[in-house]
């Protein structure tokens, strides 16, 4: 018999196989033969002792085995009992509720603090923006570009075409060679691109109600477009000067080049002397083209519409992102806390699953000791009955007196360890103050985060055009 530590379970002592293993048969029936132990002998023999000895010894390592068992598991008492009175789960518990549904009104008021002023900035666009539409009778969404950046790219690309048309147009026939070709070039295009937005803003006056602002808008409109068209011919000229120049060999500078071209505008606007030189005037002439369609194009054709438009769905967009925002960190507070709730939670049941188990164990040991620690006299009959069967079986005198006692293991080793489980500590009504606890933090959050829902009715975000 011994007890084996790990699983708190009694393993039966093989005293069959102990007594092969040390032999005790054979010596017994070799002691038979020479009628050893001697019938005078009054005490036991060695091998009659050495059986004993073993025996009790093996029931005194059985008791110890059991001893340092008992010892383990009343230390996880103690363990367990030490940590509640030092850190009191059940106090823990309702300090941590109370600091979660407090952070989460608290956060709730800076929210809507900040919140109430990006509603208020809202509320003033949106009124500008409705007071706007009712003055000049639109019903329509605004219309302006989604990506700034991709409709003004094309004018850079518009710009580059020009620049590089002009200047190879420019740099062959020119005095001044590739630089000055360069130079005229971004010149040119400057002026139809500067003339370009300049209409294409311009040209949305005309949308407006007033007879006087359309009148005006119109006016300078069609001077835009003159100036445009006049300085693109003049460009074209420009470039017959210079090849004119080159054919009579008569120096012409750069300005003169220009004082020639405005003169031949005023006599003879068209045609221009080669196929090259109406191609410079018409790069020109198509790039103020589609410069002046993109800024018509960059904001609503209604001038001032689309920037209040935008404005409000920006600062709606802003809103919502920060309400969006506060109701995460919200729901985050909540979470945490619900989570650190349930750890508690989760804590007592493995504290009270482990007093529990280890109880039932330590009972379940102390229990079953006398029954299983009594088998040891059992295999000390048998060992010692295997003995003293072999010697008598061969020998021819009287065997001795000591070979009829039942000795018996010491009555002490039978005796169980004393096992004094404590009472578990005050573990208070954990499950139902932690389902009162989660209920408590959702139902504040819910209520915290209804203050939100009052701020939908007023934030509904502009419909956008297609």
């Known amino acids: 018999m011994s007890f084996d530590k790990a699983t708190g379970e009694y393993i039966r002592l093989d005293s069959e196989q102990w007594i092969k293993d040390n032999r005790i048969r054979e010596i017994g029936k070799k002691r038979g033969k020479n009628n050893l132990p001697t019938q005078e002998e009054a005490k036991p023999d060695e091998t009659y002792r050495k059986i004993c000895a073993f025996v009790e010894k093996q029931a005194a390592i059985c008791k110890e085995a059991v001893q340092e068992y008992v010892n383990d598991h009343l230390a996880t008492f103690r363990e367990i009992e030490a ?14 509720i109370n600091i979660g549904c407090q952070d989460i009104e608290k956060q709730t008021e800076l929210y809507l603090g900040d919140l109430a ?4 900035s ?14 000049n009778g639109l019903l329509r969404l605004a ?8 409709h003004w790219l094309w004018i850079g690309i518009a710009v580059l075409i020009e620049s590089f048309v002009s200047a190879n147009l420019l740099a062959s026939v020119s005095r001044g060679g590739v630089i000055e070709g360069w130079v005229v070039a971004s010149a040119l295009t400057a002026a139809n691109v500067i003339l370009g937005i300049g209409t294409g803003q311009i040209l949305r006056y005309i949308n407006l109600r007033h007879i006087f602002v359309k009148l005006v808008a119109a006016a300078l409109t069609c001077l835009s477009v003159a100036m ?49 030189s109406a191609a410079l005037a018409f790069v020109g002439i198509t790039v103020f083209i589609a ?5 018509y194009r960059s904001y609503d054709a209604f001038p001032g519409y689309g920037a209040k438009y935008r404005k409000a769905e920006g600062l709606h967009d802003r809103y919502q992102k920060n309400l969006n925002s506060a109701l995460i960190q919200l729901n985050s507070i909540r979470d945490n806390t619900s989570s650190a709730i349930e750890e508690i939670k989760a804590r007592y049941e493995n504290d009270l699953f482990a007093w529990s188990t280890t109880t039932d164990r330590l009972n379940s040991v102390r229990d079953n000791y006398e029954t299983n620690l009594s088998l ?12 003293t069967t072999s010697n008598l079986a061969v020998r021819k005198t009287v065997p001795p007196a000591f070979f009829g006692d039942e000795p018996k293991i010491n ?12 009472e578990h500590p005050d573990w208070g009504d954990i499950p139902k103050k932690t389902k009162m606890g989660i209920a408590r933090v959702q139902e504040t959050y819910e209520r915290q985060t209804g203050r939100f829902q009052m701020l939908y009715h007023d934030k509904r975000k502009p419909e956008k055009s297609a």
């Open 83 to 96: 940590t509640w009175r030092k850190e009191n789960p059940a106090i823990d518990l309702g300090n941590l």
């Open 122 to 135: 809202y509320n003033e666009a949106s009124s500008d923006l409705r007071q706007f539409r009712d003055l």
């Open 376 to 387: 040891y006299n059992k295999d000390l009959s048998h060992i010692l009955s295997a003995y």
């Open 117 to 120: 002023k990006e509603q208020e």
């Open 228 to 276: 445009a068209l006049a300085w693109n011919i003049i460009a074209g000229h420009v470039r017959d000067i210079y090849v004119e120049a080159e054919k009579t060999d008569r120096l012409e500078t750069l300005d003169q080049a220009f004082a020639s071209a405005f003169g031949k505008l005023l006599d003879q606007p068209l045609p221009w002397e080669s196929l090259e």
């Open 411 to 422: 009555e002490k080793l039978l005796e169980p360890p004393r096992i004094d489980i404590p």
């Open 291 to 295: 410069t002046t369609y993109k800024a």
């Open 143 to 150: 219309h302006y570009p989604h990506n700034f950046l991709a």
